[in-house]
């Protein structure tokens, strides 16, 4: 992929526009997960000229260790002079989580559960802190994460990521500014702007089977329906044998499809 100045289309019936983050000479911090979100995040802000420097917080989470793999394959697909090395945080979560299912495995959310059933307490604040504070002191004026306006959760609101810049400000005396440029899309929009990035390589899966989509958990049916959205095979291959293109097996519907799929960031969760 050519790093460089392009133009982004956010809907395919919509106008072309570039997406509001102002130049700078130093780098944009990114939150990258690996999923589907992050990854067109990091993809576009390439596109614009950006400097990106990009995050992964590693928190023990039963998904992690597939996830981190894809989205090492992605930044070595879309690798150019703008884009720095990955900077891998640490920030291990088993004594909070407990016996929760996104640390132990068990009982992991499938395609036919509810958004609030993928939520993760206060996700984005433990995200955002540490590579926010490593932006502080390595003069990165500017976070990035790939929040969607549909993201129903109150770790994605406006108001507090307001609130959690402000308090990093008077804690530190110096201001790194938490940007949003996904955060009037929704997730069509966000999937046409991935048209033409290598997304095959992208990972979105709780419960991942010898390190492959699983084909059935809440997050498999959300990323199948993304590809829906926009009319593109569907380029996932699943640890259950299913072939690529056929969607995640739901419990309630053996199609694929379910009543109502959470087609936001898992509270950002992972970013996607």
């Known amino acids: 992929m050519g790093c460089g100045p392009g133009t982004l289309t956010p809907s395919r019936d919509g106008p072309r526009v570039r997406m509001m983050l102002d130049p700078s000479t130093t780098p944009v911090g990114l939150l990258l997960s690996g999923g589907l979100d992050s990854c067109i995040l990091l993809g576009r802000l390439l596109d614009e000229g950006h400097q990106v420097q990009p995050f992964y917080v590693r928190s023990g989470l039963v998904w992690q260790r597939a996830e981190l793999r894809a989205a090492e394959r992605f930044l070595r697909a879309v690798d150019c002079r703008q884009l ?8 291990p979560l088993g004594d909070l989580y407990g016996r929760h299912w996104s640390v132990t495995g068990q009982e992991t959310p499938d395609a036919a559960s509810p958004d609030g059933a993928v939520y993760l307490p206060g996700r984005n604040a433990l995200l955002v802190i540490k590579a926010a504070l490593w932006c502080r002191l390595h003069g990165i004026d500017r976070l990035a994460l790939a929040v969607l306006r549909s993201n129903p959760f109150g770790d994605a609101t406006p108001e507090f990521f307001d609130d959690f810049e402000s308090a990093l400000y008077r804690a530190t ?13 929704d997730k069509r929009q966000v999937m046409d702007l991935g048209q033409g990035l290598p997304l095959e390589l992208t990972f979105s899966c709780i419960a ?19 590809f829906r959205l926009v009319g593109a095979d ?18 309630k519907h053996p199609t694929g499809r379910s009543g109502k799929l959470d087609l936001s960031p898992f509270s950002s969760v992972r970013g996607e």
């Open 84 to 91: 720095a090395d990955l900077v891998i945080l640490d920030l």
């Open 173 to 185: 005396g110096r201001r790194v500014r938490i940007v949003r440029p996904f955060a009037q899309f």
């Open 208 to 226: 991942p089977v010898r390190g492959t989509h699983c084909g059935r958990c809440n997050k498999c049916a959300e990323r199948n329906a993304a």
């Open 234 to 251: 569907e380029p996932t291959r699943y640890g259950t044998g299913r072939k690529k293109g056929t969607g995640p097996i739901c419990a």
